[in-house]
């Protein structure tokens, strides 16, 4: 599924209601630590086509497991009695939590070749935290030509403590699994513990490990040999949430996006909040209409994004499309992936001379009521992708978006919730 561009008529008003699926970042970490149990694990509310997912779930079953998909439902059932490392024909996986499917196959055979973590290409990302696990619990690491192979002779070492020398949500993901199937205690420091972190801790814990969280970045796991199976229901996705909401700002229809996870949101709805944007809600869901703008128009505004529970910086490309069409200039500021600019060359295509750019720096001259221009543009990453597509469908004629597959990674059903919204667009 490479290559594939939208083809995409602006003017399109969305009205109607759009559901935010489970969370991708919790989903695919889900599915992995799914691997180390011992038991069936049935995965509700599951994204059952992002792309990712599916990348994973292949390599799954090459490698013996076995995974039912319920897209009606949106569950997802994981078998891995049969899981154990196969070397494959291919180790092209264009997904980066690769890694975290070291702990299954250490558990069943002792070894796991693995391929080289892919993903977004938005800086400076590199695995060297994850051989530093894997290598701290006692395994072996080589870096193959076309796989990272991990051995150890009886499984992970107990006893071990794991101290990060940055915050990272990755390895303390895989940490986490790993540590897991370690009988003996695992002391894990300077851990990043972000809603989707809580969320596999939790799953975890229903397979029996024991985890005690002290803080926001001190971790202890008891992991076991024996893991039971589980029935848990994926976290909503944040990262979704704030998507359709900033479409259902600029967009001028009146939509309700539901099951909206608040408690993960709290600073970045301020944010929105202090841009002149009143938002209407009950418990799970909001509702968005042109009288959400206080004043008739958006507010410029500063915002840095970095860790939870502030904005992250997956959140970045939508405030930057926000502040396009607020009325004046605002600014945002990345400090945690400071390099996650290449998308705003292609905004700039639909909004020229409306974005300036340096290293963690994006000034907008925003306009209000402005129509982008129709363009065609390239996908860059993930979220600048599916900010590029909103630019799209804000804008006046028809625009090309190319590799959309980008956006397809991370948003489930994406071509058939824009159409209960009323909006067509056109992959091919």
């Excluded at 490479?2 to 969370?23: C, T, W």
């Excluded at 895989?174 to 851990?191: D, V």
């Excluded at 058939?416 to 009323?422: C, P, T």
Aim: proline share 4%; net charge negative; with cysteine.
């Amino acid at each position: 599924m490479k290559n594939l561009k939208a083809i995409i008529e602006g003017k399109q008003i969305p009205n109607g209601k759009v559901k935010v699926s489970g969370a991708k970042n919790a989903a695919t970490r889900l599915l992995a630590a799914s691997l180390i149990s011992d038991g069936e694990v049935i995965l509700e509310n599951f994204p059952t086509e992002l792309v990712d997912a599916r990348y994973k779930m292949n390599f799954i079953r090459k490698s013996g497991g076995n995974v039912e998909v319920n897209e009606l439902d949106e569950t997802v059932i994981i078998d891995p009695s049969d899981f154990k490392d196969v070397l494959l024909s291919s180790y092209d996986y264009p997904i980066r939590t690769t890694y975290l499917l070291v702990a299954g196959l250490i558990k069943k055979s002792n070894i796991a070749r693995i391929p080289y973590p892919g993903g977004c290409k938005i800086g400076n990302r590199g695995y060297d935290l994850h051989i530093m696990v894997w290598e701290k619990l006692g395994a072996k690491v080589e870096e193959k030509e076309n796989f990272i192979e991990v051995t150890t002779k009886s499984g992970f070492v107990a006893g071990k403590t794991i101290d990060f020398p940055i915050s990272t949500v990755g390895g303390t993901e895989n940490a986490l699994i790993c540590a897991s199937i370690i009988e003996g205690e695992t002391i894990i420091k300077n851990a990043y513990i972000s809603p989707e972190v809580q969320c596999l801790i939790d799953f975890l814990i229903t397979l029996g490990v024991a985890i005690q969280v002290v803080g926001n970045s001190f971790i202890k796991v008891n992991g076991a040999k024996f893991l039971r199976g589980s029935k848990f229901p994926v976290m909503p996705d944040r990262i979704e949430a704030i998507t359709w909401i900033v479409y259902g700002i600029l967009s001028g229809g009146q939509i309700t996006i539901e099951d909206v996870p608040f408690e993960h949101m709290q600073i970045p709805l301020i944010h929105l909040k202090d841009a002149g944007i009143d938002l209407y809600r009950n418990e799970k869901n909001i509702y968005i209409s042109p009288e959400c703008l206080t004043n008739g128009v958006i507010q410029p505004f500063e915002v840095a994004t970095g860790t939870h529970p502030g904005i992250i910086s997956d959140m970045q490309p939508f405030y930057v499309l926000l502040g396009l069409h607020a009325n004046g200039t605002s600014r945002v500021f990345d400090y945690r992936y400071p390099e996650r600019l290449k998308y705003c060359e292609e905004l700039s295509k639909m909004y020229p001379e409306m974005l300036e750019w340096k290293f963690g720096e994006i000034k907008i001259s925003g306009k209000e009521n402005y129509k982008p221009f129709s363009a065609e543009v390239e996908s860059t990453d993930l979220r600048g992708s599916m900010a590029v597509l909103m630019g799209a469908l804000l804008g006046d004629g028809k625009s090309v978006v190319n590799n959309i597959e980008m956006a397809l990674r991370g948003y489930n059903k994406l071509e058939d919730k824009l159409k209960n919204l009323g909006v067509e667009i056109h992959i091919s």
